[in-house]
């Protein structure tokens, strides 16, 4: 978290002499129409940094859980989970979600982490 707290810091530094340039480039212009335009650009370059610096990386998978739910691998109906999202492997838009029982998801879990450790071939 500090180092969150250190990248957000330097950040907003980085935006004053960003912002006090457009504000000296809008000199002419009303100070309240001036001072809107520069803190759209702001927030149109800083939005992208601000998530990078508090994107989450997560060790275990997101999942979602469904109850009454037909396992996709042994057809056990209860509870189901599907891995959302894990490192790069992300499903959040899944038109037909796979659900599997408590059982069949710690099967998927194994290969899912296979996938994104295995090495590309060449």
């Known amino acids: 978290m500090a180092k969150k707290y250190f990248l957000y810091l330097v950040?907003?530094?980085?935006s004053t002499p960003i912002l006090s340039l457009v504000l000296w480039?809008?000199?002419g212009?009303?100070?309240l129409l001036a001072t809107i335009i520069a803190n759209?650009?702001?927030g149109l370059i800083f939005f992208w940094v601000d998530r990078y610096?508090?994107?989450t990386i997560s060790d275990e998978p997101l999942w979602e859980i469904k109850e009454d739910a037909e396992c996709v691998d042994c057809g056990h109906v209860g509870s189901g989970y599907r891995?959302?999202?894990?490192f790069?492997?992300?499903?959040?838009?899944?038109?037909?979600?796979?659900?599997?029982?408590?059982?069949?998801?710690i099967k998927k879990?194994?290969?899912?982490r296979e996938k994104m450790t295995e090495k590309p071939q060449k």
């Open 25 to 27: 480039w809008l000199s």
């Open 53 to 55: 610096i508090f994107r």
């Open 88 to 105: 790069s492997y992300n499903r959040k838009e899944d038109k037909n979600p796979q659900y599997r029982c408590e059982k069949c998801r």
């Open 109 to 112: 879990m194994v290969e899912v």
């Open 11 to 14: 950040r907003w530094q980085l």
């Open 83 to 86: 891995i959302v999202e894990w």
């Open 40 to 42: 759209l650009i702001g």
């Open 29 to 31: 212009m009303n100070v």
